[in-house]
């Protein structure tokens, strides 16, 4: 059964302060890595698709990475603005298009 | 370009009373969505479609029915709301189901309560 897990569930953290969200996944053949933003009352915001393991892509201050088992959304000097909530999801072998998602991590930048 | 819009917003119904979510596109994408996402869950997908004419269930189906008539327009009709059926619903759109060009692009949602 296809799985993703999001950690921390929730993240705190000061202006500039550097850190990284993680993506757990378990999938039948990786067809696509998916990150969105999402802010409150809102719908996602597409972010980044990854393919492959090695591969990464950077938007800004966001820079996503990919392995056989997990992805990493690392936030350079991250600013109140990018306060969001962050969704993880996969696309595996098989599927029509639909996603899994997590249940993602709340990050929280104070000024 | 509107990308994916959602009719209505806010809705609350009764418990057995039916009703219509509304979903457009202006993209000319191929494939459609139906999600709905609970508190602190992730999204679930309901119903899903690769073109007009053909549908197909997703996760958690039941209570639910769509059509596509259209490539632009994916209802999601509720015939007997029930208070399970109280959620946040996202419609989603993408070019291609896989490979390149499958990123899906959500609309802004309605927020339903059943009561």
């Known amino acids: 059964e296809d799985q993703v897990t999001q950690s921390p569930e929730a993240l705190r953290l000061q202006e500039g302060e550097s850190s990284s969200l993680n993506c757990s996944y378990t999938?039948?053949?990786?067809?696509?890595l998916f990150w969105y933003r999402q802010d409150p009352g809102k719908g996602p915001e597409f972010l980044f698709t990854?393919?492959?393991a090695g591969e990464e892509k950077e938007k800004e201050r966001l820079k996503a990475t990919l392995t056989k088992k997990e992805s990493f959304l690392h936030i350079t000097a991250p600013k109140p603005e990018d306060s969001a909530t962050y969704l993880c999801?996969?696309?595996?072998?098989?599927?029509?298009?639909?996603?899994?998602f997590g249940k993602g991590t709340k990050l929280s930048v104070k000024p | 370009n509107a990308g994916v819009t959602q009719t209505p917003k806010f809705r609350i119904l009764k418990i057995g009373q039916s009703m219509t979510l509304q979903c457009a596109q202006d993209m000319n994408h191929n494939y459609m969505y139906w999600y709905r996402q609970d508190p602190g869950m992730g999204l679930k997908l309901i119903y899903y479609?690769?073109?007009?004419?053909?549908?197909d269930k997703g996760e958690v189906p039941n209570g639910y029915n769509v059509s596509r008539s259209t490539t632009e327009d994916f209802p999601l009709r509720l015939e007997l709301a029930a208070p399970s059926q109280t959620s946040v619903y996202f419609c989603a759109s993408s070019y291609q189901g896989q490979g390149v060009n499958n990123e899906q692009f959500f609309g802004p949602g309605t927020r339903l309560t059943v009561l």
């Open positions: 990854l393919y492959s």
């Open positions: 479609s690769v073109g007009a004419g053909i549908t």
């Open positions: 999938v039948s053949g990786l067809r696509g």
């Open positions: 999801a996969v696309q595996g072998r098989g599927s029509q298009g639909n996603l899994i």
